[in-house]
T-cell receptor
Framework: ETGVTQTPRHLVMGMTNKKSLKCEQH?????MYWYKQSAKKPLELMFV???????ENNSVPSRFSPECPNSSHLFLHLHTLQPEDSALYLC????????????FGQGTRLTVV | GESVGLHLPTLSVQEGDNSIINCAYS??????FIWYKQESGKGPQFIID???NMDKRQGQRVTVLLNKTVKHLSLQIAATQPGDSAVYFC?????????????WGAGTKLIIKP
């Protein structure tokens, strides 16, 4: 248990579906992240929220839409995804303004069919 | 661009032996380095970190060595156990980056032979 909880753990969706991934952290952190992890690739940073403001958006397609309603919760809204978007999506949190480690959730295994 | 890379994608080690996983980085401004372990079906888990003002740091059965001259980082695992089987990632960040974003290596898969 890392203090970062992601739901669902597994998700299968069609290309025309709309779904959302949820992340919740109980560590008192104020920075949250979405990463994409594909096979045999380094972790790809997608979005960063610091103090509930988006501070990084690494050229992620608009079919991925993040939302951070407060410092403990982070969502990733998915719409009209492509099969190549199938991957493990990881949420992480850390303390903003400090050069320290990030804590990860277990991830959501997403399959787009 | 800046990158963090791993020398070996897969490492097989006999149970009980020591393991050494290596990592090279290219950003001279990086001053914080982390090793993560990712087991199958789980998210990355923090193992140990080191800052650039140190050359060596020890944890429980793990040691991280930092050679800033050649921009090299290594993770040593003593008396490897079956539970050490995982993919190991190194990551770096810089205090000069206002967001302290981690730059990740591709990962090394550690296989423990019985």
């Amino acid at each position: 248990e890392t203090g970062v909880t992601q739901t669902p753990r597994h998700l299968v969706m069609g290309m025309t579906n709309k779904k959302s991934l949820k992340c919740e952290q109980h560590l008192g952190h104020n920075a949250m992240y979405w990463y994409k992890q594909s096979a045999k690739k380094p972790l790809e940073l997608m979005f960063v929220y610091s103090l509930e403001e988006r501070v990084e958006n690494n050229s992620v397609p608009s079919r991925f839409s993040p939302e951070c309603p407060n410092s403990s919760h982070l969502f990733l809204h998915l719409h009209t995804l492509q099969p190549e978007d199938s991957a493990l999506y990881l949420c992480a949190s850390s303390q903003a303004g400090e050069n320290t480690e990030a804590f990860f959730g277990q991830g959501t295994r997403l399959t787009v069919v | 661009g800046e990158s963090v890379g791993l020398h070996l994608p897969t490492l097989s080690v006999q149970e009980g032996d020591n393991s050494i996983i290596n990592c090279a980085y290219s950003n001279s401004a990086s001053d914080y380095f982390i090793w993560y372990k990712q087991e199958s079906g789980k998210g990355p888990q923090f193992i140990i970190d080191i800052r650039s003002n140190m050359d060596k740091r020890q944890g429980q059965r793990v040691t991280v060595l930092l050679n800033k001259t050649v921009k090299h980082l290594s993770l040593q695992i003593a008396a490897t156990q079956p539970g050490d089987s995982a993919v190991y990632f190194c990551a770096e960040s810089s205090s000069m980056d206002s967001n302290y974003q981690l730059i990740w290596g591709a990962g090394t898969k550690l296989i423990i032979k019985p």
